[in-house]
Nanobody, 124 residues
Framework: QVQLVESGGGLVQAGGSLRLSCVAS????????MGWFRQAPGKERELVAA????????HYSDSVRGRFIISRVNANGTVYLQMNSLKREDTATYYC?????????????????WGQGTQVTVSS
């Protein structure tokens, strides 16, 4: 079973940047597609970005495309979410997730394993 631990959340002003990290404790991380979801109070959980096992194929939601970058380093079992040009509407709890499949399935990404979440708050 994959265990995921996120870090890097915090408070940032609008227009600023943050980088989230997610470390996987289990060796088969290298074969899992990885993704980031977010959930704001009163809203449904939203898939923000996903990356296939190799790091070469990525998917972004329309709301973050061009501002966020997902990447992974399989050697250290870590997936990152670089968030630039942050907006107030990006405020949410961000969750790292692993899909048991390896390839990029776009918006069909499925969170089979979840981290505990990290809070991102963007102030005006």
């Amino acid at each position: 079973q994959v265990q995921l631990v996120e870090s890097g959340g915090g408070l940032v002003q609008a227009g600023g940047s943050l980088r989230l990290s997610c470390v996987a404790s289990e060796g088969t991380f290298r074969s899992n597609a990885m993704g980031w979801f977010r959930q704001a109070p009163g809203k449904e959980r939203e898939l923000v970005a996903a990356v296939d096992w190799s790091g070469n194929s990525v998917h972004y939601s329309d709301s973050v495309r061009g501002r966020f970058i997902i990447s992974r380093v399989n050697a250290n079992g870590t997936v990152y979410l670089q968030m630039n040009s942050l907006k107030r509407e990006d405020t949410a709890t961000y969750y790292c997730a692993a899909d048991s499949r390896s390839y990029n399935v776009g918006d069909k990404f499925r969170g089979d394993y979840w981290g505990q979440g990290t809070q991102v708050t963007v102030s005006s």
